[in-house]
């Protein structure tokens, strides 16, 4: 693997995020995790999509007490 493609990759998962393009971003660091999987990056950016697409929903949470 060339570190460039995986720079890339994130680059172009940023971009589509700060564009609101939500599941070409999240997938575009899918593809970043699967060249390099001891990334945090593309974890952060995965994890950050992820709670985007599926927030938490307070009704369905488990109670804390």
Not at 8 to 31: H, M, N, Q
């Amino acid at each position: 693997m060339a570190r460039t493609d995986f720079v890339r990759t994130l680059r172009t998962a940023e971009k589509l995020g700060e564009k609101g393009v939500i599941g070409s971003s999240l997938a575009w660091y899918l593809k970043a995790r699967k060249l390099y999987p001891a990334s945090d990056f593309a974890e952060e950016g995965i994890n950050r999509l992820v709670k985007e697409v599926l927030p938490e929903n307070p009704a369905t949470a488990p109670s804390s007490g």
